[in-house]
């Protein structure tokens, strides 16, 4: 058995998505498991040329063998959610039949955004996408909080992904951990709080948030950016990231200082 981990060693965008995908089909993992948020998301081109952005369904989905799970820890935008699958699936790559959804993990609407809005998340950066609130009242016990389970189109990939990865396990199969975001915005160990995530994004807690003993982990794979970004423009009032935040330069810029050979992106 081997459970293998992926996350950000900055504050996201690092290209975890594409390390994912390559990793699923060069190592043939059996399993893919992420709790992702309906944030910025992975952005891909499929074998057809076409540019393809997935926010909630993991990243190694483009290896047709590998079985899709999102765990509890994840907030479900259900527009985004059954849009992302249907165009997919319009790709070539077939999600319905190998996906399974905990239960326990969070639903999101308009509502949720609306109270990011009303706490005036913009102000750290937040993409106002609803996680934020999601996590919150699902960890208040709020009876407004809708989970995966009380969604009658979900009903057919509710499982309880932690038992079926633990017997995966015991067959000896391989796991992989898509994680989020990035180290620099965890809640705890962030650069600078606020300017942070509202979870956790360390190893330890992918583990925790997939029901994944630690002693099951083989490699832990930390994607770093040289040139780290940060989801809104320091410059703009009200939209301020941190410290960490920066203008993205251009790639020819980044050939001219790496002493590259004319174009190579």
């Known amino acids: 058995m081997s459970v293998n981990i992926i996350f950000g060693g900055n504050a996201g965008s690092e290209g975890k998505g594409k390390f994912a995908g390559f990793l699923a089909k060069k190592n043939q993992y059996n399993h893919v498991i992420s709790n992702f948020f309906p944030n910025a998301g992975h952005t891909w081109v499929s074998k057809n040329g076409t540019k393809i952005i997935t926010r909630l369904l993991p990243s190694s989905l483009v290896n047709e063998n590998t079985q899709l799970y999102i765990g509890p820890g994840a907030c479900l935008d259900m527009e985004v959610l059954m849009d992302e699958i249907r165009v997919v699936e319009e790709e070539g790559f077939n999600v319905t039949n190998r996906l399974h959804i905990h239960p326990r993990a969070a639903i999101i609407d308009d509502s949720h955004i609306e109270m990011e809005k009303k706490q005036k998340l913009e102000r750290i950066g937040s993409t106002l996408k609803g996680g934020s609130a999601g996590i919150a009242l699902k960890a208040m016990r709020s009876e407004s909080q809708k989970l995966a389970k009380d969604e009658e189109s979900l009903s057919s990939y509710i499982y309880n992904t932690e038992m079926l990865l633990k017997e995966a396990m015991t067959r000896g199969e391989s796991i992989l951990i898509e994680g989020a975001q990035g180290f620099e ?23 925790a948030d ?42 020819s810029e980044v050939e001219e200082r790496a002493g590259a050979p004319g174009e190579v992106h």
């Open 185 to 207: 915005l965890d809640i705890n160990y962030g650069y600078k709080y606020p300017y942070t995530t509202s979870r956790q994004t360390t190893p330890s807690q992918l583990l």
């Open 210 to 251: 997939c029901g994944l003993p630690v002693k099951a982990v083989k490699n832990i794979y930390c994607v770093l950016r040289p040139y780290p970004i940060r989801v809104a423009d320091p410059e703009k009032e009200g939209e301020t990231s941190g410290a960490l935040a920066g203008k993205e330069i251009k790639w």
